[in-house]
């Protein structure tokens, strides 16, 4: 099954107002991160956070991670309709078979 | 943005015909990737590369071969397409210690 799940599956906000969306895991990882897909486009990385940090910050965005609930989420702020996006969440875990490994993605609409 | 390219974006084309889809980037990255995704769905490996002559299969079996001869450049084949290969194929790459740059993908449309 697949090692990162976001949830929700969609999210329609009002703009002005904060988006939530979580990831969870499965396995133990060295790091996670965030991409951001818009239509029809390829992914754009948004943040990374180790498994060593507990929380991260850039610009509107905020990434927390708790390893003991293999889980993180995503915190955009103030939202946009330019955030409106599908966003992911992919798991690294380093070694023999280090592999990046994508969720299925949260439909995040922002209305104007 | 990163400078990785993918061409063409979109692609029509007939049941049995052989087609390549092509990726290169600019930032000299080792390591590139392949992976297809469906509408709404997540993304799927297919391939990657850690440098030249290097190529390997992803997690989902994919009929289309790879081949890394230069350091910036790793185009997709497919030898006879097929309607189930209808998809979005995304090229992406990175170094050691950089996240994924990704391109803009190609849509791919077998009738």
């Known amino acids: 099954s697949q090692q990162g799940e976001e949830d929700p599956q969609a999210l329609s906000i009002q703009e002005g107002e904060n988006a939530t969306m979580n990831c969870s895991y499965k396995?133990?990882?060295?790091?996670l991160q965030w991409y951001r897909q818009n239509s029809g486009r390829g992914l754009v990385h948004l943040i990374l956070i180790r498994s060593n940090e507990r929380e991260k910050h850039s610009g509107r965005l905020r990434v927390t991670l708790d390893t003991s609930k293999k889980s993180s989420s995503l915190l955009i702020t103030a939202s946009r309709a330019a955030d409106t996006a599908s966003y992911f969440c992919a798991t690294y875990r380093s070694g023999a078979n280090s592999k990046l490994t994508f969720g299925k993605g949260i439909t995040l609409s922002v209305r104007p | 943005e990163a400078d990785i390219y993918q061409t063409p974006r979109y692609l029509v084309i007939g049941t049995g015909k052989k087609i390549t889809l092509e990726c290169s980037q600019t930032?000299?990255?080792?390591?590139m990737y392949w992976y297809q995704q469906d509408p709404g769905m997540e993304l799927h490996l297919i391939h990657y590369s850690y440098g030249v002559n290097s190529t390997e299969k992803g997690d989902l079996s994919s009929e289309s071969t790879v081949s890394r001869i230069r350091t910036e450049h790793f185009p997709l084949t497919l030898e006879s397409a097929r309607p189930s290969h209808t998809s979005q194929y995304l090229c992406?790459?990175?170094?050691?210690?950089?996240?994924?740059?990704f391109g803009n993908g190609t849509r791919l449309t077998v009738t």
């Open positions: 930032m000299g990255h080792d390591k």
């Open positions: 992406a790459s990175r170094d050691r210690n950089s996240p994924l740059h």
């Open positions: 396995t133990s990882i060295n790091n």
